[in-house]
């Protein structure tokens, strides 16, 4: 079985609305609060390590290769 990791959606608030939208970018709690976003626990998932860059983010390319459960 693969090892998973904790990651989170990087959100921003739309300013017409303010409501949360996804910037397209999912990470580690380490590379969000490096790069000075801030985590929002609701948009918590895991994934395996495997799919985790050199910079903590997502690979979404190498994630949209290989079936899963749940959403990315």
Do not use: N, Q
Request: aromatic share 8%; proline share 10%.
């Amino acid at each position: 079985m693969l090892g998973v990791i904790e990651v989170f959606d990087v959100m921003h608030p739309d300013p017409a609305t303010g409501h949360p939208v996804w910037t397209g970018l999912t990470g580690t709690r380490t590379a969000l609060k490096r790069d000075g976003h801030e985590i929002d626990p609701k948009a918590m998932a895991y994934c395996p390590v495997e799919w985790i860059d050199e910079r903590g983010y997502l690979d979404a390319k190498l994630a949209r290769r290989h079936p899963r459960p749940w959403g990315i």
